[in-house]
DNA sequence: GGTACTCTACTCAAAGTTGAAGAGAAGGGA
DNA sequence: TCCCTTCTCTTCAACTTTGAGTAGAGTACC
């Protein structure tokens, strides 16, 4: 799963109607050139096969002052909105070894209900461990220990990123099931908010 | 930099010569198939491109019992064997934010001399250093602190990981540095040998 | 001795990514 | 006014990656 596609539907999305370059400078204020590939070409590629895909709908512009390149906007569909969600859960859950998805996700979390956001990233711990011990069995199956070498300090490296990995997602369900950030369908900047009636019942 | 070009090129590199299918097994035994974008297809591309730029060379085999697919075997060249290092180098200090490169760095590190191996491996820690100020820089400008709101957990994760990072690298520091594992040049398994003495000036 | 499975070995079209470049408009100073 | 730079907006060729497909050869069972 490339990031690009979920950054670039989501900020059309934003917008309600983009154009490429917008799209890029609303990438760039995020500060998703620098932790993703989402580069000019990258995104009028993914803009236009998102758009042959039927996600987002193409219209094209005439430039009122004659001349000037061929501008297009775009719109997205409702399936691009399903896709977009979609994407999102995807990139919040999958242990991708790629930051940039996950960054990605987390810059649109406050999309989703705050109980599935933080459903997923338990989702996301409960991958991580399994990934993990994925890992140490590859690297250690009946030739018995020590037997790896220097090749073992690969697995040292993955098991260590995955605890890490746990460790910030851990961190990161606290501080929401703390109230921090407003969600979907919530209207009150949350601070100091008490525990929500509704929300007595997590961990169900 | 893409992560198979370095595993290929240290595949063909270990075997003298070697068909495709053969690269294919040995990246699959690492374990490489799991951690990085080696694919049959990637592999095979990667070999043809490498051939072309002159750092293996590829010698087409008759198949002796005719028929079965046209294998070319593939053989390193001079240059080629100078990209590798340099590919390697590269991989072990740069923070790149796939860790694909770092785990073929670590897989090929012991083809370098002890000594070059820490000495880079302490240049990537600075580099993380240098990369998590400009992170943190570029999340927390003049409109004060806490009005990134969720985006801001972005900043939270990467700082996490490059903090991660190089605590995982020291680690690899101070196990090399002890002893541990046979690196390029050195002939006996290093168990409990005592401090080198061409090595007392490390740090310098 | 057929048929089903797996292993060896490679190819290809479609999609994605990179890095550079093109071309008009807008500002600003000599 | 003329030139220079910077900003807006997009394209393109070259390269890489993906995912599926092709195809022969061993082997193993019943």
Same mark, same amino acid.
Request: glycine fraction near 12%; avoid cysteine.
């Given at each position: 799963?490339?990031? #690009?596609?979920?950054?670039? @539907?989501?900020?059309v999305r934003?917008?309600?109607?983009?154009?490429?370059?917008?799209?890029?400078?609303?990438?760039?204020?995020?500060?998703?050139?620098?932790?993703? *590939?989402a580069k000019p070409g990258s995104i009028y590629h993914a803009l236009k096969q998102l758009a042959k895909q039927g996600l987002l709908l193409a219209?094209? =512009?005439?430039?009122? *002052?004659?001349?000037?390149?061929?501008? *297009?906007?775009?719109?997205i569909t409702r399936r691009g909105a399903e896709e977009f969600l979609s994407l999102l859960r995807e990139a919040l #859950?999958?242990?991708?070894?790629?930051?940039?998805?996950?960054?990605?996700? #987390?810059?649109? =979390?406050?999309? @989703?209900?705050?109980?599935?956001?933080?459903?997923?990233?338990?989702e996301r711990l409960q991958r991580l461990q399994q990934w993990r011990g994925s890992v140490t069995d590859h690297y250690a199956p009946e030739d018995?220990?020590?037997?790896?070498?220097?090749?073992?300090? =690969?697995?040292?490296?993955?098991?260590?990123s995955a605890d890490a990995g746990a460790q910030w997602t851990r961190g990161l369900i606290e501080r929401i099931e703390d109230g921090a950030y407003?969600?979907?369908?919530?209207?009150?900047?949350?601070?100091?908010?008490?525990a929500e009636d509704e929300d007595h019942s997590r961990h169900a």
């Open positions: 799963m490339s990031a #690009v596609r979920l950054l670039v @539907l989501g900020a934003r917008h309600g109607r983009a154009h490429g370059y917008q799209v890029l400078n609303d990438l760039e204020s995020w500060g998703a050139h620098e932790w993703s *590939t219209h094209e =512009i005439a430039p009122s *002052t004659a001349g000037g390149p061929p501008r *297009t906007e775009y719109e #859950v999958s242990h991708d070894q790629r930051m940039d998805v996950l960054s990605s996700g #987390v810059g649109f =979390i406050v999309h @989703l209900p705050r109980r599935e956001a933080v459903a997923l990233l338990e018995g220990p020590g037997q790896l070498g220097h090749v073992g300090e =690969i697995m040292h490296l993955w098991v260590h407003t969600f979907e369908g919530e209207e009150e900047p949350s601070v100091g908010v008490p």
